[in-house]
């Protein structure tokens, strides 16, 4: 189980880092960060756990 926590913790590592990568018009990019910063911090706890 700790194995699969680990593969969702790198998706949503992979998702978080790639959500700065591209360049959304300007209401998404406003909560932009904001979405990449949850999703870090999920990714760490699930890593934390795991």
Known sequence: M???NQLVGMLLLG???GTYIPAFPEPIQIINPYI???L???AVILFVKS
């Open 36 to 38: 990449g910063i949850i």
């Open 15 to 17: 998702i978080a880092i």
């Open 40 to 42: 870090l911090v999920i």
């Open 2 to 4: 700790g194995s699969n």
